[in-house]
C-alpha cells in the first residue's frame, strides 16, 4: 500500500529517486509496461542500470513495426535481461479479424477501439494480475487527456497505483537524458514519427505537428487507445 505520506514523498523526488523509492518499498509486485518509446527507453535504462527490483514487459500486438523488435533485442542484449513479452489472445484476433476484417479499424473508431481492446488492452490487463503499482511512461504535455494526470494515482478498475515518473517532463527533457546516458531509441524517431503505436495506425508527423497527430490520423478522437483511460 501507498499512503498519503509515501505518495507526497514521491511528487518531491526525481524520476530515478522515485522509481528506486517503490523499489526499496515492495519486494514485488512492482512492473513497468514499455511501449519501446522514448519515454520508456528512459525509464528502462533507469530501472536495469540500478538493477531495481521492477519487472518490465511490452505488448506485442501483432501488427507492430519491425523497429520494435529490433529494438526489445538490443535491450536484452544491453542490460542483459529478458523483457518479458505479452501477446493478444488468438482466437479474439481471428473472430475480429474474420468477422470484420484485415483492417476494419480504418472504418470506424468503434472498430478502431475494439482492435486496441484485442490487441493492448486485454494483454495489458493480463500482465497487470496482482500487481501492485503499475509503472508508466505518460508525460503531461503528449495530449489534453494526460494534462492533468498526476504523478501517482489510484487506478479503481484495475485495483493498483498508477506512477507516472516523467509526467512533469518535457520532450527536451527526454532528449536529453536519451543523449547524456547513451540510451537506444527506435531508429523511426528520426524520421518523423514521434508517438510511435501499431505500424498501420502511425504516420510520421509534419514540422510543428503534435506528436500524436501520428497515431489514428485519420480520426478526430482524443487519440487514446484505452490503456490510460477509465
Known amino acids: 500500500m501507498i499512503s498519503k505520506e509515501d505518495a507526497n514523498t514521491l511528487k518531491s523526488l526525481s524520476a530515478e529517486e522515485g522509481l528506486r523509492f517503490l523499489s526499496g518499498k515492495f519486494s514485488e509486485g512492482i512492473v513497468f509496461s514499455t511501449s519501446l518509446g522514448q519515454e520508456d527507453q528512459v525509464i528502462t535504462n533507469m530501472i536495469f542500470k540500478n538493477q531495481l527490483r521492477i519487472k518490465v514487459f511490452t505488448l506485442d500486438t501483432g501488427r507492430l513495426f519491425y523497429e520494435h523488435y529490433d529494438l526489445l533485442s538490443k535491450n536484452n542484449s ?17 473472430k475480429y479479424v474474420n468477422e470484420k476484417g484485415i483492417n476494419a479499424f480504418y472504418h470506424s473508431v468503434e472498430n478502431r477501439k475494439e482492435c486496441c481492446f484485442i490487441r493492448k488492452v486485454k494483454p495489458l490487463n493480463r500482465a497487470l494480475e496482482n500487481a501492485k503499482v503499475w509503472i508508466t511512461g505518460l508525460r503531461s504535455e503528449q495530449s489534453e487527456n494526460r494534462e492533468n494526470m498526476p504523478i501517482i494515482e489510484w487506478d479503481e478498475e484495475r485495483k493498483l497505483f498508477k506512477y507516472n515518473p516523467l509526467i512533469n517532463w518535457n520532450y527536451q527533457n527526454v532528449l536529453d537524458y536519451l543523449d547524456e546516458n547513451n540510451v537506444q531509441e527506435l531508429s523511426l524517431h528520426k524520421k518523423g514519427f514521434i508517438s510511435v503505436g501499431c505500424q498501420p495506425c502511425t504516420r510520421a508527423i509534419e514540422e510543428g505537428e503534435n506528436p500524436r497527430a501520428g497515431r489514428w490520423w485519420w480520426e478526430s478522437s482524443q487519440k487514446e487507445c484505452g490503456l490510460h483511460t477509465h
Open 78 to 94: 544491453r542490460y542483459k535481461t529478458k523483457i518479458e513479452v505479452y501477446f493478444p489472445d488468438p482466437s479474439d484476433v481471428e
